[in-house]
Structures are given as C-alpha cells and as structure tokens.
C-alpha cells in the first residue's frame, strides 16, 4: 500500500491517556506530542494507577470516549502499571485499548510481564527530549500510518 493512501486514513484526533508519576518527564511527554503538526493528540494525564483507574472507568460508565491509546509508566504510586494493565485488559469495555508500557526498567522481568499481560509495546524510555521525540513520531507513524485503532470506544 502506497504511503499517500495509508495517510489518508490518518485519524484527525487521537485521544492518549498518559498514566505517569515523574512530573519532569511527563513535561517532556506533553511537549513532545504536543509538537506534532500532522496528528492532534489530545492527552489526558493520570498520575498514578489509581487516577488512571478513576478516569478509565468514569469515562466507560458516563458513556464519554475512551482513550484511543495509553501510555503507561511501568513502577507507578498506589496501583503498579502491572496491575493497571492486569485490569485493564481483564475488563469487557477497556481490553482493546492498545497499551504501551512505556517504562525505564530494562529488566527482563518486567518486560515478560507486560507481554504476559497482553501489552502492546514496551518501550524503554529514553534520556533526552531529542530521542523521545522520535519516540512519538515513530509511535504517531505506527498508529496513524500503518497499524489501524479501534474505532472510538463507549
């Protein structure tokens, strides 16, 4: 499939749900997505997994759209990102929401437990905002340009 007609599918908005405890990296998030001219990302921010958990399921009963996509810290206050993701994907409304860990532990361990636990990317983070933001254009390509996400959840 030509580039031009993978772009054409290209949704306007994307709703991401960044789940992330460490405020100068999550500084770093917020402007690297909001840097991007071809995709508007609408991010909503989740401090911890409780908060996460808070926003997912007022969202899912008050018939509000759900996150597109989640970005999730992997050692997160009051709820691990590992039970996060767990209850996520346990649930019949928020299981095909596509979730990146996005973590800086290298650790083997808890790579397996993210796939173990049907996540759909685990990313290391990266040091410096000039590797991130290739981070998020490769992330905007992926799920724009080349993988399809589910249509709007309710």
Known sequence: MAVSAMQARKPQTIRLLVVEDNE???????KAFSSRDDVRWQLAIARDGE?????????????????????????????????????IKEHEKLHRIPILVFSSSEAESDIHDAYDNHANGYITKPVGADVLAQIVETIEQFWTAVARLPKAIR
């Open 51 to 87: 908060a996460a958990i808070q926003l997912l399921f007022e969202e899912e009963k008050a018939d509000e759209p759900l996150p597109d996509l989640i970005l999730l810290d992997w050692h997160l206050p009051k709820i691990s990102g590992s039970a996060l993701l767990r209850r």
């Open 24 to 30: 100068a990296y999550l500084y770093l998030i917020q």
